[in-house]
């Protein structure tokens, strides 16, 4: 403990350190050797000169003592002034190297905790950290988007309602070291979840003894039962006209075995039903193929224009009896794009034979091939580089209702299943075309207005550098959205 240089304090201990010289004056007035009154006066001198001899050295040690304080509350490192080659000049050089070293590693705390600090709140997994009594005490990003809301202070029970995860914290909380488990979050959106559920070391930063730490499957999942749904539905399908294959295949093997006329029109059926197996199979083929070769993007110029215009006159044989037509519109400076011919001769197949399916009989398929003069809010990286064209494909149907906008690219997915089978179609067509969409990193956009029909807009990367374009937001239409 230090106290302030006062001059009461250096004659004090002035008068202390005199103590010896006063104990032999005494002696020497005692044996009257020396009048009291000099003895009285060449003490007062001694003491004088201890004063003068020793005050420069309280004074520092003041000075150190007022800077030590400073300094051990967080104050300035300037060393105080002192008398020069003294040892408390060498305490002062000492003492603020430790400080100066002392704050380097305090900087290195401070950053490394920052550091950890952005590690837990960037870490993709939910974290929570738990106190003793079970209340959240920390939690990071990924949480904040699970639960939509602050759960900071509130139990677990609270926030989690679910008795796997709060019998796995109450067992980690009363010292078992880590439980794990699963289990579904309902609100806001249906999700799965694992969780493990971790004892901490004492930290003295935070009142947090557990962790628990969840991992989304509702991906996984979801591609699961997708998974099934498709070997499901792929089945489905293929077992409907096998089964109707076989049935004739046995009555003409039996009771019509000699009927020249039922025979005819059994082997009709039976060939729509075989084609429908094979025009399946294909589709399910060429789903694979494009799928697997998604993720390298086509590189090379290719004739979208010439392609669209043999696809149109593809489809006059259905067209014609319909009275309906296909108008194709072909800018030239937008005919040429990146990508694979095979699979935009595909692509632009399967939407005009759609609007030429699903619009009205003596209607127009209206087709044109255009530079984009906009891109769709969500549009890929292949279209934001260079120029990009637009195919559209506008039908005068019935339309899609709003609701089924969102799915019409899922495999087997249908609007009116038994209008789709009658009229031939599979189920995987738009499917096809997303997929075709996405390894060209292009922008699918379906608008429909139930009553009047839809327009279908793919964009594509062009092949000729004509105009920059400018990101702006999709559509304005109500009906539309990007798929
Ligand atoms: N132009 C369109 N007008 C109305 N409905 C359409 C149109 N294009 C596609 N659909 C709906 O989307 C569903 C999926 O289309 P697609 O994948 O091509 O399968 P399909 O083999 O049935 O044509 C169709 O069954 C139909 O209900
Ligand atoms: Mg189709």
Redesign the pocket.
């Known amino acids: 403990m230090s106290r302030r240089f006062t001059p009461p304090r250096l004659i004090r201990r002035a008068m202390v350190l005199s103590l010896p010289s006063f104990v032999v004056l005494a002696g020497l007035v005692i044996a009257r050797d020396m009048h009291v009154l000099t003895a009285l006066a060449l003490w007062g001198w001694i003491v004088l000169a201890l004063s003068w001899l020793i005050r420069p050295g309280m004074v520092d040690a003041a000075r150190v003592a007022l800077w030590a304080r400073n300094l051990a509350a967080g104050g300035e490192n300037t060393p105080p002034p002192v008398t020069p080659d003294t040892p408390i000049e060498e305490i002062v050089s000492s003492v603020a190297q430790l400080r100066r070293a002392w704050q380097e590693r305090q900087n290195e705390l401070a950053l490394l905790a920052k550091w950890n600090e952005s590690l837990f709140e960037n870490l993709p997994d939910p974290l929570i950290l738990l106190n003793p009594e079970r209340r959240v005490v920390k939690f990071n990003q990924s949480a904040l988007s699970v639960f939509a809301r602050d759960i900071s202070g509130r139990d677990l029970s609270v926030v989690l309602r679910n008795p796997n995860v709060l019998e796995a914290a109450d067992a980690v909380l009363n010292g078992a070291q880590a439980r794990d488990g699963a289990f579904d979050l309902p609100v806001p959106v249906a999700r799965s979840f694992q969780f493990r559920i971790e004892r901490l070391g004492p930290s003295p930063a935070s009142d947090a003894v557990a962790v628990l730490a969840l991992n989304d499957l509702t991906t996984v999942k979801r591609m699961e039962q997708m998974r099934a749904d498709f070997v499901a539905n792929a089945s489905h399908e293929l077992r409907t006209p096998l089964a109707t294959l076989l049935g004739f295949i046995e009555t003409l093997r039996g009771p019509a075995r000699d009927d020249v006329e039922a025979r005819d029109k059994f082997l009709g059926i039976m060939y729509d039903q075989g084609s429908r197996m094979a025009r399946l199979v294909n ?1 399910l083929l060429s789903l694979s193929r494009i799928e697997l070769n998604e993720h390298t993007p086509p590189g090379e110029s290719v004739d979208f224009g010439r392609i669209i215009q043999a696809g149109a006159d593809a489809l006059l044989p259905l067209v014609q009896p319909r009275r309906m037509q296909v108008q194709v519109s072909i800018d030239e400076n937008a005919r040429m794009v990146i990508g694979q011919a095979d699979e935009l001769a595909q692509l632009a197949q ?2 005009m ?3 030429v ?3 009205r009989d003596g209607t127009a398929v209206d087709v044109s091939l255009r530079l984009a003069t906009s891109l769709p809010a969500a549009a890929g990286s292949g279209l934001r580089g260079g120029t990009a064209v637009v195919f559209a ?1 506008r ?1 005068h ?4 209702g709003k609701e ?1 906008l969102p799915r ?2 899922e495999r087997f ?5 038994a ?3 009658t ?11 997303k997929h075709i969409v996405n390894r060209h990193r292009g922008a699918l956009v379906v608008e ?1 207005t139930l009553g009047q ?2 327009v ?1 807009s793919v964009y594509l990367p062009g092949a000729k550098a004509q105009v920059s374009l400018a990101a702006v937001p999709a559509s304005a239409s109500t009906s539309g959205g990007r798929l």
Request: hydrophobic share 30%.
């Open positions: 589709d399967n939407l034979d759609n609007a399916k699903y619009g494909v039908d149907g019935d339309g899609i089924h019409l690219t997915y249908r609007v009116d299943t209008r789709s089978r009229l031939g179609g599979t189920g995987l067509g738009l499917a096809i075309v429909s029909g839809s279908f």
